[in-house]
C-alpha cells in the first residue's frame, strides 16, 4: 500500500519534498493556497534580484539554463528556472491548486501515550505509531472544505510570507491617527509593477525596515519620485549588507563557506581537539570578519553616511543576514533621494510619523511597512492540538526545536522543511529533502527522544553564541558543511566530497557536490 504524504506549500522546499518522495514510491499530494507554484518567488518587488550566487543556489540535478549569465538572475529567471524543474519532473500534476490549508490535526494514540514515548513515533519508525493526520482544506474559489487522512505532514510553509509582523503601538500612537495609508511591504509586492511604480510615484514615503525588501521598495520609490519627494528609511541597527560577493576580490564562498572556515568556529557535539583548533583560530576569524567589512565600508563608503555596523560580519553572516545592496542605492542616498534615518522607536500622528519622541514629525503620505513576517505564529497555528502548538512553538528563549531542523521529536509522522535558514535556501532544503526521504524509507533511524532533544540544545547554544540577538532565525548559514556532514552521516554517504586533502579543506561546498551519494 502506498503511503500517503501530505505536503503543505508548493515553494522551493515543497517541490523538492515532492520530488524526492515520489522517488522513493510515496504518494505525494501538495497543497498549495495560491494558484502558481514558487513560493515567495511568486511575485515579488520588481527590482528584486537572486541574493546569493547562482552556482550556490540550483538544484543538484538541474542546473541553471546557459542563458542566464548573470551571477544574480532577477526575479523573473529564478521563477521560470523554478517553473522548469517542476515541468521536468513532472510534478505539477501532483499540486492542489487554491487549496489552503486550514489545519492539521493527528489521530492516533493519546496524548499522555505519546508523553510516555521514549522514541519518536513509539519506537522510531516514521510510520510505527500507526496514527493518521487529519487535513482539513479550503477551496479559495468555492470555499468548500475537505478532509484528507495522510500518513505522513510535511510542513514546506516557509516563514517569510502569509502573516506579517506589524509593529504595536500605544493608544491613539499607531496607524488609526494617521490620514496617510499604512501597508506591509507583503501587499506592496503583490501589486504588478506598473500598479505599484504608479502607487507610489509623487507621495512622500517612509520604510520600515533595512532588510532586502526595505533596501529594493526604497529604490523603487527613489526611481519614481527622485529629489522632489525622498523616500525615508526608518531603521533600528545598521547591517553589513553586501555590494558583491568578492570581497577585495576574494570570493567570499574562500572565507565563510568551507572546511577551513568551518575550523574557526565551536561547533555543535565537536570533539576536544576541535574545540582547542577553533579557540587557537579565533584571530584568524576575527582577521576574516575585518577583511570583509573593509571591503564593504570602502565599496559603499559607510562611514560618510553613518551607516558602519557596531557588530561583527561574522555575526552577521551567522544570522543569515546579507542581503545585497541594490546597486547606486548609496548614490541614491548621496543624491538626496533616499534619506537613512537611525530609529529606536516611532508612532504615528495625523500628518506623518514621530521618530524617537522628537516634537517634530516626518510629513508622510504612505508608510511602507517591510518588517518581516511572523514566521513562528504560522507554524503555531497550522496545529489543532494545543500541545503541539506547545511543541512546535518551544521556549520563546530558544530556537524553534527541531531535530537535524525538520523533525520535532515529540511530533510523530511530521517533518518541517524550510524554515531554518542558511546562505542558500534552495541548496539546503534539498538536502533536509533527501535525508528526509531516506529517513522515510527506513535507510537509518532516529535515536531516542532525549537523544535528539540535547543534540537540538546543542543547535541552540551555537547559534545564540554566533547569531546573538538573531538566534531565532535558526541560521546555519556559516557551518553548512558540518551540517550536512550529519545528514549524510545519517543516510550512510561519505561526508567528504572532494578529491584531496587541500580541496577537501578550502574549496568551497555547494549543490553539486551532493549530485550523487
Not at 517541490?15 to 524526492?20: F, G, I, N, S, V
Not at 561547533?267 to 567589512?293: D, H, I
Not at 559603499?300 to 555575526?315: E, I, N
Not at 537613512?340 to 500622528?349: A, E, G, I, P
Amino acid at each position: 500500500m502506498e503511503r500517503q504524504v501530505a505536503i503543505i506549500g508548493a515553494g522551493i522546499s515543497g517541490l523538492l519534498a515532492c520530488k524526492y518522495t515520489l522517488s522513493k514510491g510515496f504518494h505525494p499530494t501538495v497543497f498549495e493556497a495560491k494558484s502558481s507554484i514558487g513560493g515567495v518567488w511568486t511575485k515579488t518587488v520588481e527590482t528584486t534580484k537572486l541574493q546569493t550566487p547562482k552556482p550556490a543556489y540550483q538544484f543538484s540535478d538541474f542546473p541553471w539554463p546557459s542563458t542566464v549569465e548573470d551571477d544574480f538572475p532577477n526575479q523573473h529567471q529564478v521563477f521560470d528556472y523554478i517553473q522548469s524543474y517542476a515541468n521536468h519532473f513532472d510534478l505539477l500534476r501532483h499540486i492542489k491548486f487554491n487549496t489552503k490549508v486550514l489545519s492539521i490535526e493527528y489521530e492516533g494514540p493519546s496524548e499522555e501515550e505519546m508523553q510516555s514515548w521514549s522514541m519518536w513515533g513509539g519506537i522510531g519508525d516514521p510510520f510505527g505509531s500507526k496514527g493518521k493526520w487529519k487535513v482539513i482544506v479550503e477551496d479559495a474559489q468555492s470555499f468548500s472544505t475537505e478532509v484528507h487522512l495522510v500518513d505522513f505532514v510535511i510542513l514546506c510553509i516557509g516563514r517569510f510570507s502569509d502573516i506579517p509582523n506589524i509593529p504595536e503601538f500605544p493608544p491613539n500612537q499607531g496607524p488609526e491617527v494617521f490620514q496617510g495609508k499604512v501597508m506591509h511591504s507583503m501587499d506592496y509586492a503583490a501589486m504588478d509593477d506598473k500598479s505599484a511604480s504608479d502607487f507610489v510615484k509623487g507621495k512622500q514615503i517612509t520604510v520600515v525596515g533595512f532588510q532586502k525588501s526595505a533596501l529594493d521598495i526604497a529604490m523603487e520609490c527613489s526611481l519614481a519620485n527622485g529629489t522632489e519627494h525622498p523616500c525615508t528609511i526608518l531603521y533600528k541597527k545598521e547591517h553589513w549588507n553586501l555590494p558583491d560577493y568578492l570581497p577585495w576580490g576574494v570570493p567570499l564562498t574562500y572565507l565563510y563557506l568551507n572546511r577551513f572556515s568551518e575550523l574557526l568556529v565551536h561547533k555543535p557535539s565537536e570533539g576536544f581537539l576541535l574545540s582547542l583548533l577553533a579557540t587557537l583560530l579565533f584571530p584568524v576569524r576575527w582577521a576574516f570578519s575585518k577583511f570583509v567589512e573593509s571591503h564593504i565600508k570602502n565599496k559603499l563608503r559607510l562611514a560618510k553616511f553613518g551607516m558602519v555596523p557596531k557588530h561583527s560580519f561574522h555575526t552577521e553572516i551567522n544570522s543569515c543576514l546579507i542581503p545585497t545592496v541594490p546597486e547606486k542605492f548609496y548614490d541614491k542616498v548621496e543624491e538626496g533621494s533616499i534619506n537613512l534615518k537611525k530609529s529606536k522607536s516611532f508612532s504615528f500622528c495625523k500628518e506623518g510619523v514621530l521618530v524617537n519622541g522628537e516634537a517634530q514629525h516626518l510629513k508622510t503620505d504612505l508608510v511602507i511597512l517591510a518588517t518581516g513576517f511572523q514566521g513562528d505564529k504560522k507554524l503555531k497555528d497550522i496545529f489543532v492540538s494545543p500541545t503541539f502548538k506547545d511543541y512546535i512553538a518551544g521556549s520563546l528563549d530558544a530556537t524553534v526545536p527541531l531535530y537535524r531542523e525538520c523533525i520535532h521529536p515529540r511530533i510523530p509522522q511530521l517533518a518541517v522543511i524550510g524554515y531554518s535558514e542558511s546562505v542558500s535556501n534552495l541548496y539546503t532544503s534539498e538536502m533536509r529533502c533527501r535525508w528526509l526521504t531516506e529517513l522515510l524509507d527506513s535507510t537509518f533511524k532516529l535515536p531516542s527522544i532525549k537523544e535528539m532533544e540535547k543534540d537540538v540544545a546543542k543547535w541552540d547554544e551555537y547559534m545564540k553564541r554566533y547569531s546573538g540577538q538573531y538566534y531565532r532565525r535558526s541560521c546555519i548559514g556559516a557551518l553548512h558543511i558540518w551540517y550536512n556532514d550529519q545528514l549524510c552521516r545519517d543516510m550512510g554517504w561519505n561526508p567528504k566530497r572532494k578529491k584531496g586533502f587541500i580541496a577537501e579543506l578550502f574549496e568551497p561546498y555547494g549543490p553539486l557536490d551532493y549530485v550523487s551519494q
